[in-house]
């Protein structure tokens, strides 16, 4: 019993979050996850799937396979975070971007509704400046240097496009 609650107490310690922090970062994030959920379930009726891994909800394949091929314009996305909702090309995808997809996640935890206009503002400037407005974003610096799912041996690159174009 007591080496039940000293593991318990050790957790908490390690990692596990207060229940009032993880719920004020539920309501923070809440604008962009409900849009997450807006773009998956108005895919299910055309073919978009659904799971509930790490805490957040993933919609994959079909319409939202069907979106992600297309952004940015001109170009193609292996997957895309809106607060605690991830949207992935395929599930195998989802398997190689999700590390990176949830470095994602906490910098929407801590920037809430900020985070999209900060996001696209610095790739704005970046590309006013003649830089990669992605690869130089600092968000996305941030995501590469903890996970690069370019880097992974099952990584195949999202349907048509080549990891060059990986992207989220
Ligand atoms: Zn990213």
Redesign the pocket.
Known sequence: MADIEIRHRSARVHGMKHPLVKGFQVLWTAPNTLLGIAVGVIGLPCGTRAQWRGGCIEFYGGLVQSILRRVPPGGSSSAMTLGHTILGQSRPTLEVVRE?EHV?VRQYETWGPLFLPLYLGASLVLWMRKKDPYLDNPF?IE?YAIADPRQSDNWCGPGDSDPGEVE?
């Open positions: 990176h994602h996305e995501a989220g």
